[in-house]
């Protein structure tokens, strides 16, 4: 069976349409299509058929739709299963039998392939439009709110096609749609470049800097904007008959070749629930649309900044359609220092596709560049976990929105800038409750009202203490939250387990809750985790500190993200909580040796300095290197797998270095950072 999404919403089986049924029907099939094999809270989708009018039997009514939906599936022959799940409903299906996945994955293909291959995977994926995305089915508001990051897809991947198409020589044949496209889209800039290059190269040369005087006055006219600065080159470069503009020259880009359009929010938080009032608070974000908006989020440790952050970006993400950048600053790590201003400058460079040789070295040199990058682009910046506001002073861009999250209040920046406050307190009783409903279901929590609001008080109202003793509520069959309650009320076993400082407190008991449920196993390499440097680890560097196999410490990483101690960052990636990390320290000092932690601490040590030597040594094998013995067992396959490598531990490397240092072997710093920096000059 296939599905269509981009276009009316269809279903296909053997060559013949399903019939879906009701518009509504057809709504609540295209969202679970749109998050395939996740789950799709129930309110998500009363809110997207119904919007403010929400009747009162909403619920039961999509409950309804659903039952149709499965019918119809089931008719059809094998389709696939809409199961419930919790407050809410999941489809499992291979995305690729979805026209937007299948979409997205041939873009994907095509960026990495050659040009010849490039231009026919680009048709491909643009041959599954047939109109306007959930069109006939949903309002264009909420079209826009569900599709508007695939339109702008669309968009990017027919002017990647044109550029391809550019490179290899085919301008002249190219003419007749780029006109066509610029006139019908006139403010496109990437499009209006592509037509000057290719009236410039058929020689007429006067007709491509008409176009781009055109370009320069509808946008002081209609908006009080400037060409962007390489379409400003672009033109220069015409007027000096530059010969780097000639296809024969050498391959390029087509000017102005579009920036990287990141995207880089990490996942919202699964289950997010209540913060209404503060969500419609940063919508007034969006107005004016241009212009800067820079918001403050702050409040104590673990009471839901980021995920509020987060929630709301994603939310909103395509109204940036300069991209999205995250970053996290590490304020408040207890094991590392926080992300200095130039690393951090230097992450957000490469996030946009800077060249690292073109990065300056210094902060200054690093902040003005960032600035003329985004400069008239509409981008979101989040910057997680502020320490201060000398921090990020320089990475306060002059244009988009930017989200800052932080334990402080920031006065300093905010008189600085106008920025505007956010102080985010616990969740409301209420809240609480809607995200345990979220969770666990609306059945249990009103089975168990009493209990329920006896957790929330003893979680004090923490939207991560009540997502870890969730996690351990549904981690045993038939659990129930009473069970729970008694255990966490008890508190035998909290004692001198409780982070400093009376605001922490309620977070402990959840930790040690779950910490305590765990297999030893599972505890020992909770504890392990404390010991890495560095904001994110693998499980490979996870299996040395434990001194258990990779395939074991892969399985049991696993269960301790089920269990909401640690987090996936990004595929193959994961990080602590500062506060899990505190925690997880805390208890290594109280369970182990320090033997025992000395030496699991140095076999980490060895392992990234062993690694490392081995990048160093397939990047750059002559290179003259202070003397040791060379890991036998340890190599890289080619060039790209060593630089991959090195990209995503740099930061790991760093922490690493420093760790040495303060703490010995102070030889291993020194061999670390000789190992680990000269491939990445």
Known sequence: MEFRILGTVEAWAGGKQVDLGSRKQRLVLAVLLLEPNRMVPLDRLVDLVWGEDVPASARASIQTLVSRLRAALRQAGDGPAIVGRGAGYVIHVDPLVIDAHRFTDLILAARSSDDERAVELFDQALALWHGEALAGVASTEVAERLCGHLDEARWTALEDRLDAQLRLGDGRRLLAELTRLVTDHPLRQRLVGQLMLALHRDGRTAAALDVYRTLRKRLAGDLGLDPAPKLVRLESAILRADPALDPAARPMDTSPPEPVRPAQLPPAAHGFAGRAEELAQLDTGLEPASGMKIWVISGTAGVGKTALALQWAHRHRERFPGGQLYLDLRGFDAEHDPLSESAGLLQLLSGLGVDHRLIPADAAGRAALFRSLLAGERVLLVLDNVRDAAQVNALIPSAGTVILTSRQRLGELIARTGAQTLSLSVLTA?????????????????????AAGKLADLCGHLPLALRIAVANIVAVPKAEITGLVQELSEGDRLAGFTVDGAEESAVTRAFASSYWALPAEHRLLF?????????????????????????????????????????????????????????????????????????????????????????GRQLIPHFLRLPRKAEDGI???????????????????????????????????????????????
């Open 430 to 450: 209420a809240d609480s409750r809607r995200l345990l409903e979220a969770a666990l279901g609306v059945d249990q929590v009103a089975a168990e009202a009493a």
């Open 635 to 681: 190599s890289f396959p080619d060039n790209d797998s060593a630089l991959a490598w090195l990209d995503a531990e740099w930061p790991t490397l760093a922490a690493a270095v420093g760790q040495a240092a303060a703490r010995g072997p102070r030889p291993l710093a020194w061999h670390i950072d000789a190992q680990a920096a000269e491939p990445l000059q």
């Open 527 to 615: 504890r392990r985790l404390g010991l890495l440097p560095g904001p994110t680890f693998t499980a490979l560097s996870a299996s040395v500190a434990a001194g258990l196999p990779p395939a074991r410490t892969d399985r049991l990483i696993k269960a301790l993200a089920a269990a909401h101690l640690i987090e996936q960052y990004t595929r193959g990636r994961f990080r602590l909580h500062d506060l899990l990390r505190r925690y997880a320290v805390g208890r290594a000092l109280v369970e182990d040796t320090a033997v025992e932690l000395e030496h699991a601490r140095g076999l980490v040590l060895d392992h990234y300095l062993h690694t490392a030597d081995a990048a």
